[in-house]
C-alpha cells in the first residue's frame, strides 16, 4: 500500500483505495486491489522500487511473503529494485530461500578520505553549493572529514548525516544541531544492539568501553567467556559488519566497525556529563588553540562548553595524541616519496599541517610548514608551547628546524643543542646535529655525529646513511661514500637519496656506465626527483648517447625549471648533437643558444682542420637553421670563441690554428656587414697573439677590447 500512494504522488495519479475500502477483504483480495492499481499506474512502464534495510523487510513479511512477492515479480516483470542491507542475510544468501541469486550483491567498502571527500563534493554539487566543494579541496575541510571518519568509521550513511558540519565552527550552530543527530541516530544503533544475542552483546559492549583494538583472548577475559566461544561469537559479528578485524603475525585484533555504536552505552550512562564519542569528535574538529578561544566565548548556559572543557583536557591525557597518527604517517610518507603532482604535493603538506597542528605534532607539523616555505608562520606557536613547558624536546627540536629553514642558523642550532642536553641519547636529535654540522662544512664532526645517532637509534641507519653520504661525496670520498651506502641498496627504491648518491659517485669518477644504471633506478622510483633524471641525462650525454639524453633532461627541466642550469645546457648540447636545430632555436634562450653553438665550435676547433675542411663545417652550422634567433646566436658563438682563444690560445699549434680561424672566416664571411666586427676582432686578435702586433689592439673600441681581455688588463695581454 505504501509503495502505492508513492508512486501515486510520483507521477500525479488519481489517489489509490483507501485502506478503509481495502480492509474488509481477504489479504489475497487487497493485495490484488492494489497491484491492480499498481498496474493501471505503470502500464508498459517499469516499477523501480528503492528499499533501505532490506532485511528488515524480508523479516516482516516473512517466508511465505517473500514467496509471493517473487512469484508476483515472475509473472509480471514490471520490477527493478536497488535494496541496500547493513549485511548479508540468509534470506537471500541460502539456497534454498525464494531470492536466493536475484540480486546482484555489491559489497560498499568502507570510504577512505579521498573516497569520503568525493562523496561529499558530489552532494555539494547536487546541493548547488560551491562554498562547501571549495572548503573540502582545503586542509581544514580535508582534516575535518577525517575527524567525521574517527566516529563514522567509513560509513556512507554517516558522511551524508555530517555534511551540513562540515563548515560550522561557532558553537551555537555546531554543537545543537550535532547533538540532534546524535539523538536522532541512538534508536538506530539501539535497533541493531537488540539483534545480537546475550553473548555478542557483551562483546560489543567491551569494545565500546575498551576503544582500542582487542585481541580474542583480551575480549573473552572481560567479558568472562572462553576463547573458543570470543571467537566464535566475534567471526558472526565480523559477518554482520558489527566489527572489523586487522591481523598483526598470528594474532586478530578486533574493534567496533562504526564507533558511533558506542552512543548504545554511553548513552544510557552520560546523563549530563558530556559524550565521550563526542568530546573524542570535537577533539580532532578543532585545534588547542580554536577550543581555548570557544571556551574563552563561551556563557555558562552554552551547551558545548562541557564539551569544549573535556576536549581540551584530552590533549593532556597520556593517549590523546593516537587517532590521527596513521593519517600523518600516510601523508609524512606521501611528502617523502614526492610521488604526484607539485599542486597534490602541496595539498597533502597543507594538510599534514592541519592535522599535526591539532595533535599537537611538532616534528610534522614543522616539516609540513618547511615544505610550505612557511616556516616562520610555526616559530610564535612553538614559542608559545615552549613557555608552558621549556624542557619539551619535540618543540625544542622543530624550533630548531624552523629557525634553521628561515636561516637563523645561530638561533636554530642553540635550540637543538638544549634539546640535546635534556636528552643525549636521542637519535633524531643528533641527525639533526649531524646535518648542521655538514651545513656549517664541520664534515668530520657532522660524520661523528651521524654515527651516535645510528649507534643509540639503529632503526635511522637507512636514513642516516643517506645524510653520511652525501657528506662523504662533499669530501670526495666516494669509495667511503659507496661502503656508506651499499648495504642499504635494497631499500633504494623506498628511501629517497640512496641510488642517487651512489651513482653519483660513480659519476664523479668519470664511471659514467655505472652512474647512469643507478641514477636510472632513482629516476624510476622517484618520478618527481628533477636531479635523478638531470644526472642520468648528463650521464648518457658523457656516453655519447644524446638521443637517450634529451628524454630525461626534459622530465628534469619540467620537474624544476629553476633547477641546475647544466641540465638546460646539457639539454641543448643534446639537441645541437643530434641535429634537432629548429627544437633548439625554439626552446633556449638567445644566451643560451649563443653558448651552446660555441661549444659546437670549439668541438670543430678541437679537431684541427684546415681551412677547406674549416669553411665547410662552419657554413654547415650556420645553414643549419634559418630562424634570425640561429643566425644572431651563430655570430654570439664565434665571438665567444674569440674571446675563448684569446685567453688559452698560447702555444705554437694554437697560434698556428688561430690564423686558420681568422682567413677561412674573412673567406666566408668579408663585405657582410653582420660579421665586420667579428672579423676585426679575429684579425687583432690574430695580430696580437701570432704577430706581436700589441698596437693592433687598441684599434678596437674599448667595450670590443673588454670581449677578448675581460678581466685581465690591457697590459697583461699585450704581453703574453
Known amino acids: 500500500m505504501q509503495t502505492l500512494r508513492t508512486a501515486s504522488e510520483e507521477v500525479g495519479a488519481p489517489s489509490p483505495p483507501a485502506v478503509g475500502e481495502i480492509s474488509g477483504l481477504t489479504r489475497a483480495q487487497a493485495e490484488d486491489c492494489v497491484w491492480r492499481a499498481l498496474q493501471g499506474m505503470l502500464g508498459t512502464k517499469t516499477l523501480f522500487l528503492i528499499i533501505e534495510n532490506l532485511n528488515a523487510v524480508f523479516e516482516k513479511i516473512g517466508e511465505q511473503g517473500q514467496r509471493q512477492w517473487r512469484a508476483l515479480m515472475q509473472t509480471y516483470p514490471q520490477w527493478a529494485i536497488l535494496a541496500t542491507t547493513p549485511a548479508l542475510f540468509s534470506d537471500i544468501s541460502r539456497q534454498v530461500s525464494p531470492f536466493y541469486g536475484f540480486f546482484e550483491v555489491i559489497h560498499l567498502q568502507p570510504l577512505s578520505v579521498d573516497d569520503s571527500i568525493a562523496l561529499l563534493k558530489r552532494l555539494a554539487h547536487c546541493n548547488n553549493d560551491a562554498d562547501v566543494a571549495a572548503f573540502l579541496d582545503t586542509a581544514v575541510g580535508r582534516a575535518r572529514v577525517r575527524a567525521v571518519q574517527h566516529i563514522a568509521g567509513g560509513n556512507h550513511r554517516i558522511f551524508v548525516l555530517f555534511y551540513e558540519f562540515l563548515t560550522q565552527a561557532e558553537s551555537v550552530h555546531f554543537l545543537k544541531p550535532l547533538l540532534k543527530t546524535v539523538d536522532a541516530l541512538t534508536p538506530y544503533y539501539q535497533a541493531q544492539m537488540s539483534k545480537l544475542s546475550p553473548q555478542q552483546q557483551k562483546i560489543v559492549n567491551f569494545l565500546c568501553e575498551y576503544r582500542s583494538p582487542a585481541t580474542v583472548t583480551n575480549i573473552a577475559t572481560n567479558c568472562f567467556t572462553t576463547h573458543q566461544t570470543a571467537a566464535s561469537q566475534l567471526k558472526q559479528l565480523l559477518t554482520d559488519r558489527y566489527v572489523r578485524v586487522d591481523r598483526v603475525g598470528r594474532e586478530a585484533f578486533y574493534e567496533l566497525a562504526e564507533p558511533l555504536l558506542r552512543i548504545c552505552v554511553e548513552a544510557k550512562s552520560h546523563r549530563e556529563r558530556p559524550l565521550y564519542l563526542l568530546v573524542d569528535f570535537i577533539r580532532y574538529w578543532f585545534s588547542r588553540d580554536e577550543l581555548e578561544h570557544k571556551l574563552s566565548d563561551a556563557s555558562e548556559q552554552d551547551p558545548g562548553k562541557g564539551y569544549f572543557l573535556a576536549a581540551l583536557k584530552q590533549y593532556d591525557s597520556q593517549d590523546s595524541h593516537v587517532h590521527l597518527s596513521p593519517e600523518i604517517a600516510s601523508l609524512c610518507a606521501a611528502l617523502s616519496q614526492r610521488k604526484g603532482t607539485p599542486e597534490k604535493l602541496r595539498g597533502q603538506a597543507e594538510e599534514l599541517a592541519a592535522l599535526s597542528h591539532i595533535e599537537e605534532d611538532w616534528a610534522h607539523y614543522i616539516r609540513a610548514l618547511i615544505f610550505l616555505k612557511k616556516a616562520s608562520q610555526g616559530i610564535p606557536i612553538l614559542e608559545e608551547r615552549l613557555e608552558k613547558d621549556p624542557q619539551d624536546i619535540k618543540v625544542l627540536r622543530s624550533l630548531a628546524s624552523a629557525h634553521g629553514s628561515v636561516g637563523s642558523t645561530d638561533l636554530a642550532e642553540q635550540f637543538l643543542d638544549r634539546a640535546i642536553r635534556l636528552s643525549p641519547n636521542e637519535g633524531l636529535l643528533l641527525w639533526d646535529k649531524g646535518d648542521f654540522l655538514a651545513r656549517k662544512n664541520q664534515h668530520q664532526k657532522a660524520l661523528a655525529a651521524y654515527e651516535q645517532a645510528v649507534f643509540f637509534e639503529p632503526d635511522l641507519a637507512p636514513l642516516v646513511a643517506v645524510a653520511k653520504a652525501g657528506v662523504l661525496v662533499r669530501m670526495k670520498n666516494l669509495r667511503a661514500a659507496r661502503e656508506t651506502l651499499s648495504s642499504h641498496l635494497r631499500e633504494?627504491?623506498?628511501?629517497?637519496?640512496?641510488?642517487?648518491?651512489?651513482?653519483?659517485?660513480?659519476?664523479?669518477?668519470?664511471?659514467?656506465?655505472?652512474?647512469?644504471?643507478?641514477?636510472?633506478?632513482?629516476?624510476?622510483?622517484?618520478?618527481?626527483?628533477?636531479?635523478?633524471?638531470?644526472?642520468?641525462?648528463?650521464?648518457?650525454?658523457?656516453?655519447?648517447?644524446?638521443?637517450?639524453?634529451?628524454?630525461?633532461?626534459?622530465?628534469?627541466?619540467?620537474?624544476?625549471?629553476?633547477?641546475?642550469?647544466?641540465?638546460?645546457?646539457?639539454?641543448?648540447?643534446?639537441?645541437?648533437?643530434?641535429?634537432?636545430?629548429?627544437?633548439?632555436?625554439?626552446?633556449?634562450?638567445?644566451?643560451?643558444?649563443?653558448?651552446?653553438?660555441?661549444?659546437?665550435?670549439?668541438?670543430?676547433?678541437?679537431?684541427?682542420?684546415?681551412?677547406?675542411?674549416?669553411?665547410?663545417?662552419?657554413?654547415?652550422?650556420?645553414?643549419?637553421?634559418?630562424?634570425?634567433?640561429?643566425?644572431?646566436?651563430?655570430?654570439?658563438?664565434?665571438?665567444?670563441?674569440?674571446?675563448?682563444a684569446s685567453r688559452n690560445f698560447k702555444v705554437r699549434g694554437d697560434l698556428e690554428d688561430l690564423q686558420i680561424w681568422n682567413s677561412a672566416l674573412r673567406e666566408l664571411f668579408s663585405g657582410q656587414e653582420k660579421f665586420s666586427i667579428l672579423l676585426k676582432l679575429f684579425d687583432v686578435l690574430t695580430r696580437v697573439k701570432v704577430f706581436k702586433d700589441r698596437k693592433a689592439l687598441l684599434e678596437l673600441p674599448r667595450e670590443q677590447r673588454l670581449l677578448l681581455i675581460k678581466e685581465e688588463t690591457e697590459e697583461e695581454f699585450s704581453n703574453p
Open 492 to 644: 633504494g627504491d623506498r628511501i629517497r637519496g640512496v641510488f642517487f648518491l651512489y651513482g653519483l659517485t660513480f659519476g664523479n669518477e668519470g664511471r659514467n656506465k655505472e652512474a647512469l644504471e643507478y641514477f636510472g633506478k632513482a629516476a624510476r622510483a622517484f618520478e618527481d626527483d628533477s636531479n635523478a633524471w638531470g644526472n642520468m641525462g648528463f650521464a648518457l650525454c658523457r656516453l655519447g648517447r644524446y638521443d637517450e639524453a634529451i628524454e630525461p633532461l626534459e622530465r628534469s627541466l619540467a620537474l624544476n625549471p629553476a633547477g641546475h642550469k647544466d641540465y638546460a645546457h646539457l639539454h641543448y648540447e643534446a639537441l645541437l648533437e643530434t641535429k634537432q636545430y629548429a627544437k633548439a632555436a625554439e626552446v633556449a634562450s638567445p644566451e643560451d643558444l649563443s653558448h651552446n653553438i660555441f661549444h659546437q665550435l670549439l668541438k670543430i676547433a678541437n679537431l684541427r682542420p684546415q681551412q677547406g675542411k674549416l669553411q665547410q663545417e662552419l657554413l654547415e652550422l650556420k645553414n643549419a637553421h634559418e630562424a634570425v634567433a640561429w643566425q644572431d646566436a651563430f655570430l654570439g658563438g664565434l665571438i665567444e670563441l674569440a674571446s675563448f
